[in-house]
């Protein structure tokens, strides 16, 4: 029987209130009466500055500055857990906003929440732009290198910068990887008395006043490569010493790891780790932890990861089975290198039915080692042959590489 008790069994003791620049006349009765009840009010240095355009109702109540770094907060705020307890937050608290990152300690019912119009909401009424074909990324305490992969010419980003100083990091970064003719909207202090906007180009950005908060549109030109949406991307895209699963085999890898949203995947034997970073960008939601024996290749995989803008890869160097990633466990493994009876042996142990397994193997020792467990566990065996077009003479001929035989299966 579907469980219909209410979510809610008491009265939430804290109020979660978006604010914008525009102070009290963007609050609704409600986050009102929430400031006019509460006991204490909690937020940053700028969302408390807004206070003052709050007269009806006045705050009659101790008010507490949120310190730096924001996580130092957290448990300040929840020495007050049962009192009445406002928190002031950015526009919609929960869109690269600080709630989740509050409420994900807390029980359902704990807590409620009124927002305000989000400065991705704001921008695009600026600017005219559909939200729903536009990227909005948080980029206030992430890479800009996150952009990479919705740098497309024609393409629309509407990102969030830390201050001025972003901005123009912004517009270098753009000019760097080829999309300089880019125009930048420069979107200050949105919906507030002091909003600003205007429009430059990325490789001639000289605002030296731009003041916080900020957004940017970007409006994406340039001759500057677009990352492509498919598996197998061109092997030049990740810097390598040559240890890295080649272009038609990483596809044929990725296709067999079968990548679902928010699923995590241990890449074991990582090389410079082409075949996790594939798996993160086919989803924003996914996570991926690298293995790798090399130092240098594992710090080339970070680098890499960083590069294509899914700098969240985690890379542990180790040798599999003796070293593997702590919980949680994942819903795919990939084994490029280091396999071993041993290795699987610890796999098959300590992973969770239903988890998907692909190895790879070009040796014939270890293509002998696959063909036994196929044997004994079952699944799918390929083997990948592949031939390229080679000079031969004054014509050309098949150079064959290396095949690769590679099992799928789940344990």
């Known amino acids: 029987m579907a469980d219909t008790a209410p979510r809610f069994r008491h009265m939430p003791w804290l109020t979660i209130i978006g604010i914008g620049e525009d ?3 963007g609050l609704g009765p409600a986050a009102r009466a929430a400031l006019a009840e509460a006991e204490l009010v909690m937020g940053s240095a700028r969302h408390l500055s807004l206070l003052p ?14 310190p730096v770094p924001f996580a130092d907060g957290i448990a300040r705020l929840m020495d007050h857990r049962g009192r009445r307890v406002v928190m002031l937050a950015s526009g919609d608290p929960f869109w690269f906003g600080a709630g989740t990152r509050v409420t994900q300690y807390l029980d359902p019912g704990e807590w409620a929440a009124h927002p305000a119009p989000s400065t991705f909401g704001l921008a695009a009424a ?27 010419p024609g393409r629309r980003v509407l990102a969030l910068l830390r201050d001025g100083e972003a901005v123009a990091a912004l517009a270098r970064y753009l000019k760097r990887e080829g999309f300089g003719p880019s125009i930048l909207h420069v979107l200050e202090a949105l919906g507030g008395p002091r909003e600003r906007i ?54 044929l890898t990725l296709s067999a790891l079968g990548p679902r949203p928010g699923e995590l995947l241990w890449d074991i034997g990582a090389g410079s780790g082409s075949v ?12 991926a932890c ?10 080339r995989a970070r680098v890499n990861a960083q590069a294509l803008g899914v700098d969240w890869l985690k890379v542990i160097v180790g040798i599999a089975p003796d070293v593997l990633p702590d919980a949680p466990l994942p819903n795919a493994v990939f084994v490029g290198g280091g396999l071993s009876d041993a290795l699987l042996d610890r796999l098959w142990s300590c992973l969770p039915g239903g988890t998907r397994l692909v190895a790879n193997a070009v040796t014939l020792e270890s293509e ?13 065996l390929l083997r990948i042959e592949l031939s390229d077009a080679a000079p031969l003479g004054n014509r050309h001929g098949w150079r064959a590489r290396y095949p690769v035989v590679q099992w799928s299966t789940a344990l």
């Open 276 to 287: 996790g970073i594939e798996w993160l960008l086919a989803h924003p939601a996914n996570r």
């Open 368 to 380: 002998a080692l696959l063909t036994r467990w196929h044997g004994q566990k079952g699944g799918s």
């Open 126 to 152: 600026r600017l005219g732009w559909p939200v729903q074909e536009t990227s909005c990324l948080g980029l206030h305490a992430a890479p800009l290198e996150r952009l990479r992969p919705h740098l497309v």
């Open 53 to 66: 355009a709050i007269s009806c109702p006045p705050v009659n109540c101790p008010i507490l500055e949120w």
């Open 198 to 251: 205007r429009c430059v180009p990325a490789d001639t950005l000289s605002l030296a006043d731009i003041v916080h908060p900020v957004a940017v549109g970007i409006d994406c030109a340039g001759q500057g490569k677009p990352l492509p949406l498919t598996a197998g991307l061109p092997d030049d895209w990740f810097a390598s010493d040559g240890q890295i699963t080649k272009r038609p085999v990483r596809a």
């Open 23 to 25: 102070g009290a006349d």
């Open 290 to 299: 690298a293995v790798e024996a090399d130092p240098a290749r594992a710090e």
